[in-house]
């Protein structure tokens, strides 16, 4: 819990620096963002095969430009939708994803610039987050999806002209992002025994933004 606490108190600080760079801007676009995901779901149990699965978002954005030369920042509201595979089901997640990056890029010509970004996103589980079932052998299986999460946003675009950017993101997760329980027969004791296992959500998002 402690560390949950930190965590989003480092997301409200660095949204309030945001904010707060907000204030000094020379420039405020608002504009839609889309795009599609790959996720790939790790568990801390040898037992379990990861989980690569592609996912889809969309949502309005805003960018905001600074009077530092190349620095600017964006925040955006995205709804996300994003399949992961646990076992032999495939589970859906929907999210509401607030990604806030800063941003420093240069400009080639008049019409094509690039950039390199980072920083926090918080992530609100919007849909079903806890899942129950029997495998063909009637075991018990159950799969938590966290409430919230927190995690970082590395990445890479490019601007071409003043309304249209494509970017490249990894997302990576601070802490868990689901929980795993399932049974098994012990077959000397002919008693089940219960397994559990965390998981940490990795995901590459390739993103496309239009500015009005």
């Not at 037992?47 to 889809?56: E, Q, V």
């Not at 490019?158 to 992002?177: M, Q, R, W």
Request: proline share 2%.
């Amino acid at each position: 819990m402690m560390k949950r606490d930190f965590l989003y108190r480092f997301y409200l600080t660095a949204m309030t620096l945001f904010l707060a760079m907000s204030s000094f801007a020379q420039d405020i676009q608002i504009g839609a963002k889309g795009g599609f995901d790959l996720t790939s779901m790790e568990f801390s149990s040898g037992d379990l095969n990861k989980s690569n699965r592609a996912g889809f978002f969309i949502g309005p954005t805003m960018r905001i430009d600074t009077p530092v030369m190349g620095l600017s920042i964006d925040v955006s509201a995205l709804y996300d939708q994003r399949n992961v595979k646990v076992g032999t089901r495939t589970l859906t997640q929907e999210s509401l994803v607030v990604p806030a990056h800063a941003r420093f890029g240069v400009s080639i010509g008049d019409l094509l610039g690039v950039f390199v970004c980072a920083g926090p996103q918080l992530s609100y589980n919007l849909g079903k987050s806890s899942f129950q079932w029997e495998d063909v052998d009637q075991y018990r299986k159950h799969f938590t999806f966290q409430e919230t999460t927190l995690s970082i946003n590395l990445g890479a675009g490019a601007k071409f002209g003043g309304n249209l950017e494509g970017a490249v993101y990894y997302n990576v997760p601070l802490g868990k992002t689901a929980d795993f329980t399932w049974d098994t027969l012990a077959s000397e004791l002919q008693d089940l025994d219960m397994h559990t296992a965390k998981s940490r959500t990795n995901s590459w998002r390739i993103s496309v933004s239009y500015y009005f």
